[in-house]
Structures are given as structure tokens and as C-alpha cells.
């Protein structure tokens, strides 16, 4: 199961993050986001030793392009209303990790324009960009029967553990993790995070 941490925003904490049991770490660069990075912090330029993930809101591709080269970058998670062309153009740069909410309309049917990404991302159905930090009902992730490997996100909490270990959808690949294992916006709680990938790695 592929863990991600998603928001980092400093650099001390992000190596503390990446002293546990995680595979990718997200940086943010969506200027309305509380967890914003701009492109002069040097926090998503270090070199961290974990698959680093980019995320990014309706970003024309060519500047996307340009802030993997400077930040390393290994995939793209794109956040917005990008349209299947905007995704293909960003697949040829980078692996895509397309977020989109999670309804009966977008896991039965949606999905299927954006074949292009490697990843998708179903997180709570929101008004706005980005992440709500609140869940949804899990059981409509039964509604999704693509082969395109997803994550699971929206609000997953030290408490959920269990439920995450009882998904047997044949293409749960893992879960991105973010407010609710936070001090404040943008800086992890270390040792939540630890107990959790503990109590979530226990047979």
C-alpha cells in the first residue's frame, strides 16, 4: 500500500516525515491553498529521499513542466478542472495523479477521459480546490470498476486504520494523508503519523 503525506511546508519536518514508513511526499503549489508554496521557498527544492509529488490547480503544463526540473519532481498531482488535454500534455512530462471527487457520475463514468494519468486521487466532492480534510462514505468507491490504480483521500484520520485495511477494491493502491495528522497547516504531527503507519502495517 502506497502511503503519501501530503502539504508539506518545512523542511525539518518534511525529513521527519520521511524517516517513516511513507513512499511519497506532496508539495503544493496552488497559490490560494493554506499550505502554498511559492516558487522561490527552497522547502520543495531539498533533497528529500522520497518519491515527491508536485500538486498543482488548473497550472498551464509547460510552467509545470519547468518546476519539476527545479524541484525534482517525479509525479504531478493535478487538483483542478484540467480537461483530458491538459492531463495528456502533463502525462508526457511527468506521471499524473489525477484528484477528482468522489460521485456516482465521476466513478462510474468521469473517469474514463482521463485514461492518460497514472494515478487517480478520489477525494471528498468539494466546492472549492484541493482538500476538504472531511470524509466520505467509502462504500461508493464500489461504483469505480477502472483498472487505473487510485488513492484514497478525504479526511483520513489516526482512527481509520481498520477501515483502510478492510478495502479490497482490486485497484486500492493507497491513501494520501494530510490535515488530520497536522500541528498546524502545513507541519505534521510526526508521532501520530508513526502510530497510525504502525497500527495500519499490523497483520
Not at 24 to 42: A, Q, T
Not at 131 to 141: E, F
Not at 152 to 161: K, Q
Amino acid at each position: 500500500m502506497l502511503i503519501k503525506v501530503c502539504g508539506i511546508c518545512n523542511e525539518e519536518n518534511g525529513m521527519e516525515v520521511c524517516q517513516l514508513p511513507v513512499d511519497m511526499i506532496g508539495f503544493n503549489f496552488y497559490s490560494k491553498s493554506v499550505r502554498f508554496l511559492s516558487l522561490d521557498s527552497s522547502i520543495a527544492f531539498g533533497n528529500f529521499p522520497k518519491i515527491k509529488v508536485g500538486i498543482f490547480v488548473d497550472e498551464d503544463p509547460a510552467l509545470i513542466g519547468d518546476i519539476c526540473q527545479w524541484a525534482s519532481l517525479a509525479y504531478v498531482q493535478l487538483h483542478g478542472n484540467e480537461t483530458p488535454a491538459m492531463v495528456r500534455r502533463t502525462a508526457a512530462l511527468r506521471p499524473v495523479i489525477q484528484a477528482m471527487p468522489a460521485t456516482e457520475k465521476t466513478l462510474k463514468e468521469d473517469w474514463k477521459k482521463y485514461t492518460d494519468c497514472s494515478y487517480f486521487l478520489f477525494d471528498t466532492p468539494t466546492s472549492g480546490f484541493g482538500g476538504s480534510g472531511k470524509k466520505y462514505n467509502w462504500s461508493m468507491l464500489e461504483h469505480y470498476q477502472g483498472d487505473i490504480p487510485f488513492l484514497l483521500s478525504g479526511g483520513i484520520g489516526p482512527e481509520d486504520y481498520e477501515s483502510i485495511r478492510q478495502i479490497a477494491h482490486p485497484s486500492f493502491a493507497g491513501i494520501d494523508l494530510n490535515s488530520r495528522f497536522e500541528i498546524f497547516a502545513g507541519v505534521k504531527d510526526v508521532f501520530l503519523l508513526s502510530q497510525f503507519l504502525k497500527s495500519l502495517k499490523q497483520s
